[in-house]
């Protein structure tokens, strides 16, 4: 099985002791895993509990009934998943990777808008970065929360998203002087200067 942030969450949190996913999702969210890691679709998360357990990574605990809720079955991580955890865990630590993310497709063809329209889209980016910030400030400064070892991957969301914040207000200061600018007429002298495919 490929590692994934979502199997690798999955693990982590099996690694606490044996749950049914509704309590592994349930988890994620109260400890914050979800602003790193997206648990917003439950199939995703049943779907890679499903590989977890074909790769031999996670077993069936039990399965549990109870009158009030739905039969739940509860799983619990095996020692091939406890190795291969940390395996996955040490790779994604120590090794950068390309990981795609959508903004950068989205800047390689701004020049698909006119610069009034890209600078209106990245002062409404930069807004909400500043937003995004703040809520993180605000977590990370709650002496009531958890200690800074479960917080590592907000300090390194925050210092992510301030390095974001600040090229998005440098590229938008560059539109708004000029610095950057483009038009129809460049864009296509650009495009014929490319040498044509062979």
């Given at each position: 099985m490929r590692p994934s942030p979502l199997a690798l969450t999955v693990l982590g949190i099996l690694g606490g002791g044996p749950l049914h996913p509704?309590?592994?999702?349930?988890r994620i969210k109260?400890?914050?895993?979800?602003q790193v890691v997206n648990v917003?679709?439950?199939a995703n998360l049943y779907k890679t509990?499903?590989?977890?357990?074909?790769?031999?990574?996670?077993?069936v605990r039990q399965?549990?009934?109870d009158q009030r809720f739905p039969e739940r079955t509860v799983y619990e991580m095996t020692e091939e998943g406890m190795r291969v955890g940390r395996e996955w865990l040490t790779t994604m630590l120590s090794t950068p990777r390309?990981?795609?993310?959508?903004?950068?497709?989205a800047l390689s063809f701004v020049f698909a808008l006119t610069p009034e329209e890209a600078t209106a889209a990245l002062e409404k980016r930069a807004r909400l970065l500043r937003a995004r910030l703040a809520e993180i400030d605000r977590e990370l400064a709650n002496e009531a929360g958890p200690p800074?070892?479960?917080?590592?991957e907000a300090?390194?969301?925050r210092t992510v998203t301030a390095a974001e914040l600040d090229w998005v207000d440098g590229v938008v200061d560059d539109l708004r002087t000029g610095r950057l600018a483009w038009s129809y007429e460049s864009i296509a002298e650009i495009a014929r200067s490319f040498p044509p495919p062979e």
């Open positions: 509704y309590a592994i999702q349930t109260a400890w914050g895993k979800d917003g679709q439950r509990i499903d590989r977890l357990r074909a790769a031999g990574l996670v077993a399965t549990e009934r390309n990981e795609f993310p959508e903004f950068p497709v800074r070892l479960f917080l590592v300090e390194y969301v």
